[in-house]
């Protein structure tokens, strides 16, 4: 069996155990609302084309208050996993990039993730909102680099050896204990993967490899732990996976440039209420102890 096969018969049997795992959790039938669903739907097309997920669905959940601040983070992880398997069935078998630079890339992301999940998913309310606003500003800073072209370009290699590779594997495994805290990978991974000399192109399996790999894991640890909002990770999936097909089959251009413009201004938007929540948050014990001593 070829490593990509082989890649394909581990996801799958993550997919369902995951499914699996999310199934016995549940504590009854939880449903979806309309906007949820939809939000799905329009993360998940977008992501497919390498725009990324978690701050645009962060973003839209704040705009309706869809799910509280403090299970955003479980949320974005349990609900994106199974259309990001998706993403990385398509990907991985259709762009070409070397084996051990993808093997080794996606075990570094997946055991980031492992530690980072057990920690996120015990934080307070007030930690997790400054962790977002922070996330979703580093976002809207990389994709603002992004339309200026500031950014490495890339280079032609599909694989990496030596030093580059130690350090694209150091590399993914910090975005992956950061992705537990709603840091998407995919913007991050391709500048990192650009920066060492490889071609774009290639990112996009191994940042959607990687994702695929680590989120199972990390959701595997936001339901264990009830940190997440099951209706709304369910409305993710459920609009998610048939948009990432639309996506990667039927889509063949899109005014990418104009659209990352308006997700810069949502990102930066929602990015200042979380901020703000924050702030509130650490005045009202003061306040309600008639203000610390000056």
Known sequence: MGVKASLFTILGAMG???????AR??????????????????????????????ATTTSLYKLRGAVPDRLIPGTLNVGHTLPTLAQAFIYVAIVRVETT???SMIAAAVAGAWLGAGAVAQWPTRPIRIGLGVALLAAAGLLFAQQLRLLPPGGEMLGLTGARLAIAVAG??????????????????????????????AAFPIMMGSCA???PVAGARFISKGAYASAAALGLTLGGIPAVL???????????????????VVVL??????LRAA????DEPSRSHGGLPR
């Open 101 to 103: 630079t993808l093997v």
């Open 16 to 22: 369902a155990a995951f499914i699996g795992l999310w």
């Open 246 to 264: 639309v996506a990667a089959w039927v889509v063949r251009s899109l005014p990418l440039h104009a659209l990352r413009w308006l997700v810069i």
């Open 279 to 282: 702030a509130r948050e650490a």
């Open 25 to 54: 959790s549940s504590r009854g039938p939880a449903w979806p609302t309309g906007y949820t669903t939809f939000v799905g739907v329009v993360t998940d097309f977008f992501d497919t084309l390498g725009i990324g997920s978690f």
């Open 172 to 201: 993914n495994f910090a975005l992956g204990v950061l992705m537990t805290l709603g840091i998407g990978l995919y913007a991050p991974c391709m500048i990192l993967v650009s920066a060492l000399g490889m071609s774009v192109a």
């Open 269 to 274: 938007t929602t990015a200042a209420t979380m």
């Open 213 to 215: 790999f680590l989120m």
